[in-house]
């Protein structure tokens, strides 16, 4: 367990292997000083229950080995003299009059070894519920230790064994549905297949088609059986070739029949149906002109009449909707145009190039840290390429020394864990006087947060550091006025922040205002119809949060408001944008 002490970091777990070093110390004389040394060094950082067992253990060992322990005792005492909780405080006056009185002892201090080296007694568990047995265990009887209202005694046990029957569980079927149990109980019938045009479109050149076919069916089976039969039995052969012309013939006399009754009963319904027209046109007015008509047959609805007809788009442009045979409503182009309006919705808010790109640079390495090698960096507001997550940042390296600079590339990374860097590619040689340039991500996590890291060459590492103003985090936007609006109202109370801001005389024109937010912050100026009203959206690069910035100005002052989910930031860009505004 000593050894575990270093790596257990759990406050509870800590304290208790303490408090059994300090009990036994006596069986582990030489590791338990060591211990106390261990836990003399991160004291203050250590938990208050950690603490507490430290001091303990510091006296009991000052008690059995004061040798070697009396002056870490003492120095665990200064320590927690001065620490920031009471209790530890009063601990440590406590046990320093006990374990190391001064001249004026008290009268406890003499019998010090019996009050912290006494033999504890071994711990008993026992239940709380143990004198309860007359209640049945988890009834409410039980947990409040008397009879409640409505409770029922365990019966006791009986003298002769119940019948067995008692104890059998009734299996639950399985349901099965009924419909799928029959479907698969009955064989497949055979469909005869349906010809492309329908029955009143067919032709007795179609029908004839049809036998023709039927008759090379039944040959051919027929040819197939008695190639099988030939080869059984080669002396028979004569006689099933009569058979199998007899039953040809008879396959021709009922396709006859067949073909001769659907004739009959197509040529009554197109009658019928002749007559049925004639009758309809004859009730009609002559003054309107003739709808289509809607034919209902009682065949069933095939696949070919649920296709969509296009030629039935044109002439129906004035109606809403018109009824095909198949039963169902066709949408139409004057349907589909009329549900188009742009009324009352507001356009997407989508992201837009940066309107000012600034100049300044930063120094990232000073030539006379680097050896010769000076490095300058500058965000350039666009869309990084390698995540749309990252700020795009240029890296200008010049070579000021008297010999070449080979293998820059970045080294060793020390950033959060919600920080990403997307690393340029290595510079293989720098010539004397020579510069040159690299593109460099990174992911802030819309923090304000430093990237640090490691920046070598073949001979020497650099430790730099990157830090991304908050005007640099943000995307600018395209938004409507009634959009921001909207967005503005939802984002109050503690997401805003307000400020004021005295605008020097020369720089009291809108454009001048509008430049000055473009420098300190890339964020796109929204439409507005308020005079003297300037009105700001984009959006985090990192979370894609959104920031919006409104300035209204009267005379010499501007009124300004910040809207953002993220406080830090709201807060941070006001101020910036404060600065800018108020430099001459």
Not at 10 to 26: C, F, K, N, T
Not at 104 to 115: D, L, R, S, T
Not at 131 to 155: C, M, W
Not at 210 to 224: I, R
Request: hydrophobic fraction near 35%; include cysteine.
């Amino acid at each position: 367990m000593a050894k575990m002490a270093d790596s257990i970091t759990v406050p509870m777990a800590r304290a208790s292997i303490l408090w059994m070093i300090g009990e036994y110390s006596d069986r582990v004389p030489k590791i338990a000083p060591d211990v106390l040394r261990k836990m003399a060094k991160n004291f203050i950082s250590e938990e208050d229950i950690v603490k507490l067992q430290i001091l303990n253990l510091a006296a009991k060992l000052c008690i059995t080995n004061s040798k070697q322990t009396k002056l870490l005792c003492q120095y665990v005492f200064n320590l927690a003299k001065y620490d920031q909780n009471y209790d530890i405080r009063d601990r440590a006056r406590f046990l320093r009059q006990l374990i190391l009185p001064t001249d004026k002892a008290g009268a406890f201090a003499k019998y010090v070894k019996k009050i912290f080296l006494h033999t504890k007694p071994a711990p008993v568990l026992e239940s709380k519920y143990k004198d309860r047995d007359q209640f049945q265990l988890g009834t409410l009887s039980h947990v409040i230790n008397q009879k409640a209202t409505g409770y029922q005694e365990l019966p006791e046990w009986p003298e002769q064994a119940p019948d067995t029957s008692v104890r059998n569980v009734e299996v639950p079927i399985p349901w099965t549905d009924s419909s799928t149990k029959n479907s698969k109980n009955k064989k497949k019938k055979p469909v005869k297949k349906k010809s492309f045009y329908s029955d009143e479109d067919s032709s007795p050149e179609e029908a004839s088609g049809e036998y023709a076919e039927s008759t090379s069916e039944a040959t051919d089976s027929s040819e197939e059986s008695s190639s099988e039969e030939e080869s059984e039995e080669d002396s028979d052969e004569d006689g099933k070739k009569k058979k199998a012309k007899a039953s040809e013939d008879e396959d021709e006399e009922e396709d006859d029949e067949e073909s001769s009754s659907e004739e009959s009963s197509s040529s009554e319904e197109e009658d019928s149906e002749e007559d049925s027209e004639e009758e309809e046109v004859k009730s009609k007015p002559k003054d309107k002109p003739a709808k289509n008509k809607v034919q209902k047959s009682s065949k069933p609805v095939q696949n070919m009449d649920m296709l969509l007809d296009l030629d039935d788009l044109g002439p129906t442009l004035a109606n809403p909707a018109v009824v095909p045979s198949s039963g169902f409503l066709v949408p139409t182009l004057a349907q589909d145009i009329s549900n188009l309006s742009l009324d009352n919705k507001q356009a997407p808010s989508t992201v837009a190039n940066a309107v000012f790109i600034p100049s300044k640079t930063h120094e990232l390495l000073n030539r006379i840290t680097g050896g010769g090698l000076s490095i300058v960096y500058k965000f350039t507001r666009t869309m990084s390429v390698f995540s749309n997550r990252m700020v795009s940042i240029e890296i200008i390296f010049t070579n000021s020394s008297d010999k070449q600079i080979s293998g820059i590339r970045i080294g060793e990374k020390k950033i959060q864990s919600s920080m990403a860097i997307q690393d340029f590619s290595e510079i293989a040689a720098l010539a004397v006087n020579a510069t040159t340039s690299a593109i460099l991500g990174v992911d802030f996590g819309d923090t304000t947060q430093p990237a640090n890291f490691e920046l070598c060459t073949q001979d020497r590492k650099f430790n730099v550091s990157i830090k991304c103003p908050v005007g640099e985090l943000l995307q600018a936007l395209t938004m409507s006025e009634n959009e921001f609006d909207t967005q503005q109202g939802k984002l109050t109370g503690m997401n805003e922040n307000t400020g004021s801001v005295d605008l020097p005389a020369e720089h009291k024109d809108g454009k001048t205002l509008c430049s000055r937010v473009y420098e300190a912050a890339n964020m796109l100026q929204v439409p507005s119809v308020q005079e003297n009203q300037y009105k700001f959206a984009a959006k985090t690069i990192s979370a894609g949060t959104l920031v919006l910035f409104s300035m209204t100005v009267t005379d010499s002052k501007a009124a300004l408001r910040v809207n953002c989910e993220k406080m830090v930031i709201g807060s941070m860009l006001l101020k910036e944008i404060k600065q800018s505004l108020s430099r001459p």
